[in-house]
Nanobody, 119 residues
Framework: QVQLVESGGGLVQPGGSLRLSCTAS????????MGWYRQAPGKQRELVAH???????NYADSVKGRFTISRDNAKNTVYLQMNTLKPGDTAVYYC?????????????WGQGTQVTVSS
């Protein structure tokens, strides 16, 4: 059994900051990549940021320069520091991990955390 548990979402005013965390637990052998996705009402889920085990990152154009993804491999945890938040960032944010429990790698998802940017 593997669980991804997110935290750190909430309500913030435009221009504010939030930090999301996601920790993977359970029978984990290895985690290859981790990432954050988001889904706004009426829209498809989209990639926000992605980080490999070695620390290579990539970001959606809409968040470049404002969001920073990082990870702590020893803690199986990924973070998303979100600065200069805009109302368009409002969405449910999902953590993703590509990991192995001993066999092939597959994707696992968290339950999602709501981020609302509003005055």
């Amino acid at each position: 059994q593997v669980q991804l548990v997110e935290s750190g979402g909430g309500l913030v005013q435009p221009g504010g900051s939030l930090r999301l965390s996601c920790t993977a637990s359970g029978s984990i052998f290895s985690i290859r990549a981790m990432g954050w996705y988001r889904q706004a009402p009426g829209k498809q889920r989209e990639l926000v940021a992605h980080i490999t085990r070695s620390g290579n990152t990539n970001y959606a154009d809409s968040v470049k320069g404002r969001f920073t993804i990082s990870r702590d491999n020893a803690k199986n945890t990924v973070y998303l520091q979100m600065n200069t938040l805009k109302p368009g960032d409002t969405a449910v944010y999902y953590c993703n991990a590509e990991l192995s429990t001993g066999g092939s790698f597959r994707d696992y998802w968290g339950q999602g955390t709501q981020v609302t940017v509003s005055s």
